[in-house]
């Protein structure tokens, strides 16, 4: 798949009637010749460009890292806080209302006690393959970025991905970024590559789906 078969999907998806608010774009893989049950396939991949839709952090300090995460995390819990969160109520609350959580290393067995296990059943525990346990001198800026251009791809039940890759509002060339480099991040986690995929298709919001 290269960027002039994408950029055509994009031509035809936008030819279809506009809607009243800003639709998003969401990129397709079909699967095929892989037992999901085998291979399950679950893995975040990193975006070119922000995707157009705000991405909400929160971290797990102790006084360490409290001012970084003050400067760059939408919501900061230290130490001394854990306990306002015991209440299941505020804990599924947590899970819902914040994309990825970070947490510094020293902490993470009272972070897995705390709030291990509704965050593990909404699968947002701070995860160590993105990064997202950190030591205490680490440096929170970048990770933040790479967060906000972060989307998980999982096909636990069916033959199917699919992800956000940007808005109508943005620049057409950032769309296509994107969608390359999830396709491109999926064939590496796929056991056979591009033989496991059947097609990619790109849809808007309220939109009939274009094979790319």
Same mark, same amino acid.
């Given at each position: 798949?290269?960027?002039?078969?994408?950029? /055509? #999907?994009? *031509?035809?998806? $936008? /030819?279809?009637?506009? %809607?009243?608010?800003?639709?998003?774009?969401?990129?397709?893989?079909?699967?095929?010749?892989?037992?999901?049950?085998?291979?399950?396939?679950?893995?975040?991949?990193?975006?070119?460009?922000?995707?157009?839709?705000?991405?909400?952090?929160?971290?797990?300090?102790?006084?360490?890292?409290?001012?970084?995460?003050?400067?760059?995390?939408?919501? &900061?819990?230290?130490? @001394?806080?854990?306990? /306002?969160?015991?209440?299941?109520? @505020?804990?599924?609350?947590? #899970?819902?209302?914040?994309?990825?959580?970070? @947490? =510094?290393?020293?902490?993470?067995?009272?972070?897995?006690?705390?709030?291990?296990? &509704?965050?593990?059943?909404?699968?947002?525990?701070?995860?160590?393959?993105?990064?997202?346990?950190?030591?205490?001198?680490?440096?929170? *800026?970048?990770?933040?970025?790479?967060?906000?251009?972060?989307?998980?791809?999982?096909?636990? %039940?069916?033959?199917?991905? =699919?992800?956000?890759?940007?808005?109508?509002?943005?620049?057409?060339?950032?769309?296509?970024?994107?969608?390359? #480099?999830?396709? =491109? @991040?999926?064939? /590496?986690?796929?056991?056979?590559?591009?033989? $496991?995929?059947?097609? &990619? #298709?790109?849809?808007?919001?309220?939109? %009939?789906?274009?094979? &790319?």
């Amino acid at each position: 798949m290269d960027k002039q078969q994408v950029k /055509k #999907a994009l *031509e035809e998806l $936008n /030819k279809q009637p506009k %809607k009243k608010f800003t639709q998003s774009y969401d990129l397709v893989i079909n699967l095929k010749n892989i037992v999901i049950k085998q291979n399950p396939v679950d893995f975040f991949a990193t975006l070119q460009h922000p995707k157009g839709k705000p991405i909400k952090t929160a971290c797990f300090v102790d006084q360490q890292l409290a001012d970084q995460a003050q400067q760059n995390c939408d919501l &900061v819990i230290k130490e @001394a806080d854990f306990s /306002k969160y015991q209440d299941k109520k @505020a804990l599924k609350k947590l #899970a819902k209302e914040y994309d990825y959580f970070i @947490a =510094q290393a020293t902490l993470m067995p009272k972070v897995a006690a705390a709030f291990g296990k &509704v965050l593990g059943m909404h699968g947002k525990m701070p995860n160590p393959k993105l990064g997202c346990v950190v030591p205490p001198n680490a440096t929170l *800026e970048p990770l933040v970025d790479k967060l906000r251009r972060t989307v998980r791809l999982s096909a636990k %039940k069916g033959l199917n991905l =699919q992800c956000m890759v940007g808005k109508e509002d943005q620049p057409q060339d950032d769309v296509i970024d994107n969608v390359l #480099a999830v396709y =491109q @991040a999926t064939v /590496k986690q796929l056991p056979s590559e591009s033989q $496991n995929i059947r097609n &990619v #298709a790109l849809k808007l919001t309220m939109g %009939k789906p274009v094979v &790319v």
